[in-house]
């Protein structure tokens, strides 16, 4: 299959955080290969990756190390990669730890941890690009979430939690800034088959089990959800926003 072209994202100026593993690699190589001048960050060192894009793609990412949780790091970093690259357009909040944890044994420092990680950073990294992107004329932020919140699951109430937060959020901000020509759309995947995942949580009869509920029959893969972060990025979706797109092989209406 012929990867699709978005040829308004060539040269645009793209974040992706926790751009190098899992769902983020994928996105960030998405973007690499329509021309985009993309930037990540991450803990881990990243260079071996970026390494092995810039020989499979012919454009080399900006590895920045940032710890997201701690607000002013991420927003030098930010700063940091839109003066390497320009005014950033596109930015996806990608980045996100599902630690599970018990309700009853979970302490207010694990909590406001969780909380930091996967919805406070959010709304920071918004709060850095916007300006730009008002400078510009626009832009794009995709803010992922995911179907838990939507499951009534148990095992992760503070990340649960976080992702019922950012569709809130992404909703609100899309309103605010809408008049800016500043798009601001969620995704909510499903079970994505990462590393981690697959590393972590995954057995033969779970992933059994739950793919029995989605109406498509094939796990998903990381590389699955590039093409709609994408499309969101792109002007082909220049009058979406403010919506939270499910891709879960239809898992939730199964």
Known sequence: MTDPVFPDLKDQSVFVTG????????????????GAKVAFCQRSDGTAFC??????????????????????QLQLTLATAAKAHGPITVLVNNAANDQRHETLKTDQAFWDWSINVNLRSYFFACQAVIPGMQ????????????ISFMMADTGYAAY????????GMTRTLAREFGPDRIRVNAVAPGWVLTERQKS??????????HLEKQCLPDPIQPEDVAGTVLFLASDLAKMMTSQTLILDGGYISG
């Open 19 to 34: 751009g190098g593993s899992g769902i983020g690699a994928a996105l960030t190589e998405a973007f690499l290969r329509q």
């Open 135 to 146: 400078s510009a004329g626009g832009g794009s932020i995709i803010n992922f979430s995911s």
């Open 51 to 72: 390494d092995a894009m810039a020989a499979a793609t012919g454009n080399r990412p900006l590895f920045l190390p940032c710890d997201i949780s701690v607000t002013d």
């Open 160 to 167: 649960i939690t976080a992702n019922a937060g950012i569709v």
């Open 200 to 209: 972590m949580w995954v057995t033969p009869e779970g992933l059994a089990k």
